[in-house]
């Protein structure tokens, strides 16, 4: 009995410890998003950065439409400087919904070990394409794009202002160094 109960405690902990679940409302994506006009070369400007993105300067991420419905992802960066390492990986955007093209999730494999997660892009200039904020639902992973490798606030801090109204912590929101150093 004792350990039932015991059990029970840890598996309510965990459950109500677990920073992913933790509630936020809905998150809306890009209305009229067109895949293709998406493709090409992006520079992230910002971002929300995971593990490794926090050793990586002089980010892009190049997408390739590959068919309906999947799309080719290849991210570079210079590890720990401008100038150093450049990294690459490789994943596939999958768009389980036409009817949301927005909304994606995203696959990469390393070795044996696949992991998925959601790539929903938010908002994005819908004129000319040259700006895009891409981000999780979970509201832990945040990029603005560019399609230069720089870009002012002014360009989207009205987005900025809604993003951090939806949940998104912007106090955490890191500058990406694209210095000239950069080996892109």
């Not at 390739?64 to 994943?91: D, P």
């Amino acid at each position: 009995r004792q350990m039932c109960i015991r059990d029970r405690y840890i598996t309510a902990v965990f459950f109500v410890a677990r920073p992913d679940q933790k509630s936020f409302p809905p998150l809306p994506v890009a209305e009229n998003f067109d895949v293709e006009r998406y493709m090409g070369r992006w520079f992230a400007i910002k971002a929300l950065p995971n593990i490794i993105e926090k050793f990586c300067h002089c980010t892009y991420t190049e997408y390739t439409f590959v068919q309906k419905g999947l799309v080719n992802i290849q991210e570079s960066c210079n590890m720990f400087f401008a100038g150093g390492w450049s990294i690459n990986a490789q994943s596939n955007g999958v768009i389980p919904n036409e009817d949301e093209p927005a909304r994606w999730l995203n696959t990469k494999s390393v070795g044996p070990i696949t992991t998925k997660a959601n790539y929903w892009i938010l908002a994005v200039d819908e004129e000319n394409y040259s700006w895009a904020i891409v981000g999780q639902p979970s509201r832990k992973g945040l990029w603005i794009l560019s399609r230069q490798n720089t870009l002012s606030d002014d360009a989207i801090s009205a987005q900025l202002e809604q993003l951090e109204a939806q949940g998104f912590n912007l106090e955490d929101l890191e500058t990406v160094d694209h210095a000239v150093e950069c080996r892109y």
